[in-house]
């Protein structure tokens, strides 16, 4: 009994002076600092993720893990989207035109990018603009605009999706 009275009067003391509380740093170091609109990917399990997933492939995408990610970000796009179309379309990137970055079937695999970052920000804001912004946003109803007439595209890119991640799908896939 003694026991159970110390410890209330030692919780009911430190209720009321406040001693027992936790706070955060009011102010943070410049470190801590970002830019505006600037994410942290210092860590993110989504970069290593699809870094890991690309490598299981022997995909030469893989170093490119964080463009992903950062794009998808930028245009409010799941990050396994664009990486799932790769799949689909060249083997993750390893069956493509010989330099034309182009991992995506892009105007039937006739177009060139610049670098695998340029496809992936291109193809990523395209999706965002020409496609979810104007509606188009299950898997389905943007492989009847991409990739017409197939009728296996949509469930072959929902099929990498769900490889890449087990997580809920961030748009509808009906």
Same mark, same amino acid.
């Given at each position: 009994?003694?026991?159970?009275?110390?410890?209330?009067?030692?919780?009911?003391?430190?209720?009321?002076?406040?001693?027992?509380?936790?706070?955060?740093?009011? +102010?943070?170091?410049?470190?801590?600092?970002?830019?505006?609109?600037?994410?942290?990917?210092?860590?993110?399990?989504?970069?290593?993720?699809?870094?890991?997933?690309?490598?299981?492939?022997?995909?030469?995408?893989?170093?490119?893990?964080?463009?992903?990610?950062?794009?998808?970000?930028?245009?409010?796009?799941?990050?396994?989207?664009?990486?799932?179309?790769?799949?689909?379309?060249?083997?993750?990137?390893?069956?493509?035109?010989?330099?034309?970055?182009?991992?995506?079937?892009?105007?039937?695999?006739?177009?060139?990018?610049?670098?695998?970052?340029?496809?992936?920000?291109?193809?990523?804001?395209?999706?965002?603009?020409?496609?979810?912004?104007?509606?188009?946003?299950?898997?389905?109803?943007?492989?009847?605009?991409?990739?017409?007439?197939?009728? +296996?595209?949509?469930?072959?890119?929902?099929?990498?999706?769900?490889?890449?991640? +087990?997580?809920?799908?961030?748009?509808?896939?009906?």
């Amino acid at each position: 009994m003694r026991k159970i009275i110390a410890i209330s009067a030692v919780l009911i003391v430190l209720t009321f002076t406040g001693a027992g509380e936790v706070r955060a740093q009011s +102010t943070a170091d410049g470190s801590a600092e970002l830019k505006e609109g600037q994410t942290n990917y210092d860590f993110d399990f989504r970069v290593e993720n699809l870094r890991k997933f690309f490598q299981k492939y022997n995909s030469p995408l893989a170093s490119y893990a964080e463009e992903f990610v950062i794009y998808a970000d930028e245009n409010s796009l799941d990050y396994r989207l664009v990486p799932a179309i790769t799949g689909v379309e060249s083997t993750f990137g390893k069956r493509i035109p010989q330099g034309s970055y182009n991992a995506y079937g892009w105007a039937n695999g006739e177009y060139e990018f610049e670098s695998w970052e340029d496809s992936i920000r291109h193809v990523s804001e395209v999706l965002k603009t020409s496609y979810i912004d104007r509606g188009v946003s299950s898997i389905n109803q943007i492989a009847r605009v991409y990739a017409p007439p197939s009728t +296996t595209w949509g469930r072959n890119v929902t099929f990498f999706v769900r490889k890449i991640d +087990t997580l809920p799908l961030n748009f509808d896939i009906i």
